[in-house]
């Protein structure tokens, strides 16, 4: 008999956090594990919540205490009982604030709860290693994609349509976008979250794309799914995606001021060399985080821990 695996989400939008919990559940399931879902009574249940996808896999209650494993992300230890027993915990860690003094968001505090951590990039294994409060082994498994929307896009014109991703960053982004339009670009500026197939589909009528992570990101995977599309990327640097990313060799990596970021567009609209360059460069790299390789990072993990 498989044994139980237990997950918790409160959903209340797509992101890229529900993501790539969603990715863990069925990269347990193809391990062999029964694999269940409490989703929270404030949770969506529409197509933008991936687990409506499988309902006979969402449990009725949160039971952690009836299952062989459970899985926890973000603010999911809030739900776990106190005092009762529990079975083994994987914790996911995904971004930086699980380092961070925050008494409206006690993620470091959670770090002293016994578990088996995975963090999605050395940045935050670095981070949280740091507060000498982690209780428990940890393994860094980098963050992987969804390589179903790694096929590069055929080359747009090069004075095509900017976009920019402005959700973390606003005031910047909106400020950019009148930059280059007083400069005759096309902007396509995006500000609020989409469902993901609609924010891919937006994406993948750019000629340049501009994300603008926060200052320290856990890995920041929008990044990388415009280098998996075969797009020309401009990207400040912000801790976790410097996993994967590498200035003037897959993207160009300004500094986050508007003049700054605005130059590196102009640099790639008028160098098709680089522009080519960073692409090919870019695609090659999103080919090495695959879910595929995360799954058997995992399974190692697991064995690892005497959890499989």
């Known amino acids: 008999m498989s044994k139980r695996v237990l997950f918790h989400r409160d959903f209340r939008q797509y992101s890229g956090g529900h993501g790539k919990v969603w990715d863990y559940f069925n990269h347990l399931r193809a391990l062999g594990w029964q694999a269940q879902v409490y989703l929270t009574p404030q949770s969506r249940r529409d197509a933008s919540n991936p687990w409506m996808q499988c309902p006979e896999l969402i449990a ?27 079975p083994p915990v994987i914790n996911l860690l995904q971004g930086m604030r699980h380092a961070q003094s925050a008494p409206a968001l006690p993620l470091r505090d959670f770090l002293s709860n016994p578990a088996f951590r995975i963090c999605v990039s050395q940045a935050v294994a670095d981070a949280v290693q740091a507060t000498g409060q982690v209780n428990g082994p940890l393994r860094v498994i980098p963050a992987a994609l969804d390589m179903t929307v790694s096929t590069p896009q055929p080359e747009p014109d090069l004075h ?9 960053q606003q005031p910047l982004a909106v400020a950019l976008a009148a930059w280059l339009f007083a400069r005759g670009h096309t902007v396509d500026l995006l500000m609020d ?14 000629a340049v794309v501009v994300v603008l992570p926060l200052a320290e990101e856990g890995f ?5 799914e415009a280098m998996a599309l075969g797009k020309p990327v401009v990207m400040p640097a912000a801790g976790g995606n410097l996993q994967y990313a590498r200035h003037m060799q897959n993207c160009l990596m300004p500094l ?11 640099q790639l609209c008028q160098a098709p060399v680089l522009r080519k360059q960073l692409v090919q460069a870019a695609h090659l790299t999103a080919l090495r985080f695959t879910l595929a390789d ?15």
């Open 60 to 86: 009725p209650q949160f039971n952690p205490q009836e299952a062989d494993l459970l899985f926890l992300a973000g603010m999911d230890w809030q739900a776990v009982p106190e005092n009762k027993a529990l």
């Open 160 to 168: 095509g349509k900017v976009f920019i991703s402005a959700h973390k």
């Open 193 to 206: 979250m989409l469902p993901r197939t609609q924010y891919l589909a937006r994406l993948s009528q750019a």
């Open 220 to 224: 920041f995977l929008p990044g990388l």
């Open 256 to 266: 986050p001021d508007v003049e700054s970021l605005g130059q590196a567009v102009l």
């Open 294 to 308: 995360e799954r058997q990072a995992l399974a190692a993990a697991l064995r690892e821990w005497g959890l499989m």
